[in-house]
């Protein structure tokens, strides 16, 4: 079933994994998996140079291990910024090539000093070129509740959106957040200028304060006062901090869900346990007709 069928159903449910590192071994992450394949994920996508690293060479690897071993629909993550045309042809037959059909195009994360390749500017003129080069993938998409950290307002951000979706998005997947608020506020935003394509939530379960320091730094998603309490408080203890960051997100999820979001996409930071523990307290929930 495609996702944008599954979409129609239900509330979607999927993972988020980075790929071992270049140097480490490509199955190291096989363990990690066969753990969250026990929460029977809709999809479990896979990022590829996320935070400027290097881990290119792996997501096909990883993809393959969801899609062919653990029988999980893969998504695999395409940023274009330091990708050429044909680079990103080879990628998406290669992809082809092991039955993965999901793609999140992405711009992709600036690396310091380095040389964009120059074909890819920005995530819609690779969805474009996607969707005429490759038809038969389906094509999702980020967006920022926060508002994207280089956009000079939202009504610019939203603009780029449009044209994003425009261009071939199936479904978006947001940057993280805190505050569901700004969810809401977001996705009104989103309807008034037309945007009408399913719209999965990114959560986050922060369960370490050098993590969430390093991530919000990046990103520029703002933490609200209650999420900042909890860190002060707990930050030195590594169970309190753990529960908490789980409660914190079971509470998002939960009012997500109720509140009608097509989906739930859990940044998963390769820790099946924390994954494991919030699918168990929310599934009711998201399974829930
Ligand atoms: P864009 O859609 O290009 O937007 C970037 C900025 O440019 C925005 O401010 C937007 O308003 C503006 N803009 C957009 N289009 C135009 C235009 N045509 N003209 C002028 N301005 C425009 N990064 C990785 O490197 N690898 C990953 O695996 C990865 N996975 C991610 C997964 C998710 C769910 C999310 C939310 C982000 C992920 N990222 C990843 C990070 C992402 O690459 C960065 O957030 C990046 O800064 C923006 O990517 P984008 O695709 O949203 O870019």
């Given at each position: 079933m495609s996702l944008t069928e599954l979409f129609n159903q239900k509330?979607?449910?999927?993972?988020?994994?980075?790929?071992?590192?270049?140097?480490?071994?490509?199955d190291a992450i096989l363990p990690t998996l066969e753990q969250l394949q026990s929460i029977n994920p809709d999809f479990i996508s896979v990022t590829l140079g996320a935070g400027g690293t290097d881990h290119c060479d792996r997501t096909v690897e990883v993809a393959n291990l969801i899609q062919n071993q653990l029988k999980i629909p893969a998504m695999a993550h395409v940023p274009g910024l330091y990708q050429t045309k044909q680079q990103v042809l080879d990628l998406l037959d290669q992809l082809s090539s092991i039955n993965v059909a999901n793609?999140?195009?992405?711009?992709?994360?600036?690396?310091?000093?380095?040389?964009?390749?120059?074909?890819?500017?920005?995530?819609?003129?690779?969805?474009?070129?996607?969707?005429?080069?490759?038809?038969?993938?389906?094509i999702a998409s980020a967006c920022y509740p926060n508002c994207h950290m280089e956009a000079t307002d939202f009504v610019d951000d939203?603009?780029?959106?449009?044209?994003?979706?425009?261009?071939?998005?199936?479904?978006?997947?947001?940057?993280?957040?805190?505050?569901?608020?700004?969810?809401?506020?977001?996705?009104?935003?989103?309807?008034i200028a037309?945007?009408?394509?399913?719209?999965?939530?990114?959560?986050?379960?922060?369960?370490?304060?050098?993590?969430?320091?390093?991530?919000?730094?990046?990103?520029?998603?703002?933490?609200?006062?209650?999420?900042?309490?909890?860190?002060?408080?707990?930050?030195?203890?590594k169970e309190a901090m753990r529960d908490a960051g789980i409660a914190y997100a079971v509470d998002q999820i939960i009012d997500l869900v109720s509140q009608g979001v097509a989906g739930i996409h859990l940044y998963t930071m390769n820790h099946p346990g924390i994954a494991k523990q919030i699918w168990q307290e929310t599934r009711a929930v998201i399974n829930a007709k």
């Open positions: 509330t979607v449910f999927s993972l988020e994994v980075f790929p071992p590192k270049k140097t480490a071994d490509k793609i999140l195009a992405l711009r992709g994360d600036h690396i310091p000093d380095k040389q964009p390749a120059g074909d890819f500017n920005h995530a819609n003129e690779l969805v474009a070129f996607i969707k005429e080069n490759r038809p038969n993938f389906s939203i603009g780029n959106l449009k044209r994003k979706v425009d261009s071939g998005v199936d479904h978006l997947i947001t940057q993280l957040f805190f505050n569901n608020q700004a969810f809401y506020d977001f996705k009104e935003k989103t309807e037309g945007i009408n394509v399913p719209i999965e939530a990114g959560i986050m379960p922060c369960t370490n304060r050098n993590q969430i320091a390093r991530i919000t730094q990046l990103s520029g998603v703002p933490l609200p006062k209650k999420f900042r309490a909890i860190m002060d408080r707990y930050q030195d203890n």
